[in-house]
């Protein structure tokens, strides 16, 4: 095996056994997040557990693909060629460690490609490096997640979503409705803003290569990423889709020129399962950098009680404009003859409690007295008994 | 959280609600689409007895010797299975489905008329899974299958699941997308 292809063995191995450290610490934040003894904080506990356990056995922390994407960085004068074999060794090799399961099939015999390795697959795109050096990044999704993402043409009548900012918001937010827990939720959702069906689904998939708390430099669209997280965090999916606060780590929105009649609103989707790393390599292609910070040591925080949020007491008193004369004088007649019934109807109800009362103090004593006779009846009759049985004995 | 141990009897299943976090204990059985249709078309399933649970999942495992060990058992989707989940509760007397995704009206139909529940376990998270399985019993019909779509029975202890859908006829993932498709509107767009 050559440098490069050990590197790229390696990249495979970092990309699926261990979370970058900002996904660790999205994830984290969102277990401490959620509603203490709620399920939602059990399932983000239980995702946390997940990749413990996989870095302690050295395990991918799932086995679950169905694609795997190399985008590399080169300089200009790079021999393209053996960097699409090498990866392609690489994945071929990763398949046979067990690091990735075996899903590639060929479509048309539906029989199955051994090694991962086959046509057009795993995707290795290329673009001019700005500098001299050579990066490739790595991003691996599941069936689940590749099949959570959609697209849609704007303006669009059936989710009355017109060709403009908030015509984007909902779009991305039926989106949302769309995938629920599918695709391994909590997760961060790519949107491509433009140009056509291709090149827009292309632009959302490289969002998700932008690191979680990461930000779109136009203000603008900054801030529908801001609003969309808050928004999508508001529709109770939850993780895994099951209910709770979470249905989202992060939303990354990018724009390309669209065409004046219609613009295309793409929205890639990658779920817990984040599998995305990238290396700068050495000329010679051994690891120089890893492009994602690493966590050194996965802990899960033990006091996981977010700090209670200070609520200001809300004013519940209605607002009222100040009453005009003749209001004032047409309400304040209003409440004295309301007043005048209600006394009235205090003082009839007074004289008939009273002769109520009367009624049933006789009633209680009348049955006092039958009471009485019952038992000087009783008596009499057992004496009568004890006689009988006296006389026969 | 809720302990169910296995084999699951009626009176067991019916106390189980949509929603309910529940730690099983006992043995599973692995089943992959490609088993579901060899049920579909009639074949027979003799390690299947009454009260037991089916996992849609495909396991990573090792052969050391004669014996199997697991390195990852994530969930599959159910959903592409909703139709053919009903004839295991009908002919073998399984009392379960545990996988990812939603599941909709035959398996509704299918729980409510057989006591059964479906249940939903954590996406993806193949070695924590693992981790709760402490004996990988017998792997039935590798001999005839890839290892990942074969039988797997296995020993699992407290073994995370939610309740999709109860016997009572509710179904979490309905709720789920109620409540969102109500805040939805809410959020007046």
Sequence with gaps: MSALESSLLELIREASTRLADDVWQGLVSAYRSETEDSRSKAIMRWILENQVTAAAENLPITPHTSSMHFHVECPAGTDRASLTEAARVAVANATKDGLVSQYLVDPISGKSLKTNVGVGMPQVHFAEAPSDALRIRLLMKGNGAEGAGWQTVLPDVSITAAFDLPGVRRAVLEALIRIQGRGCGPGVIGVGIGGDRASGMTLAHRQLFRGIGDRNSVRVIAQLEKQLLEDANNLGIGPLGLGGKTTLLGVKIAAESSPKESCYVSISYLGWTYRRQGVELTPDGEIKTWIYPRTSNYEIPKVATSAPKKVKPVDTTPKRRPRTAREALLEDARDKAIRTVDSVSAAKASAKGKKAKKATKSATSSSRSSTAAKKTAAKKKTKVAKKRTTGKG | ?189
């Design chain 2, 1 to 189: 959280m809720t302990a169910l141990e296995l084999p699951a009897a009626v009176p067991t299943m019916r106390e189980l609600h949509v929603g309910e976090q529940v730690a099983l204990t006992g043995t599973i059985f692995t089943m992959r689409p490609a088993v579901y249709e060899y049920v579909h078309d009639g074949g027979e399933m003799p390690f299947l007895s009454e009260g037991s649970l089916i996992y849609n999942a495909s396991p990573v495992g090792r052969k050391k010797g004669k014996k199997w060990t697991i390195d990852s058992v994530a969930p599959d989707h159910s959903t592409p299975l909703d139709s053919m989940i009903k004839e295991l509760f009908v002919r073998f007397g399984v009392r379960g489905v545990i996988g990812r995704g939603e599941l909709g009206k035959p398996s509704l139909e299918a729980c409510r008329q057989y006591t059964s529940c479906c249940f939903h376990t954590i996406a993806g998270a193949g070695p924590l899974l693992a981790s709760h399985v402490k004996n990988v019993n017998e792997v039935h019909a590798i001999e005839k299958l890839d290892p990942s779509d074969a039988v797997w029975e296995l020993e699992v202890e407290d073994f995370p699941i939610v309740v999709m859908i109860d016997s009572h006829g509710q179904s979490l993932h309905d709720m789920i997308r109620d409540v969102s498709n109500r805040r939805l509107l809410n959020l007046q767009l």
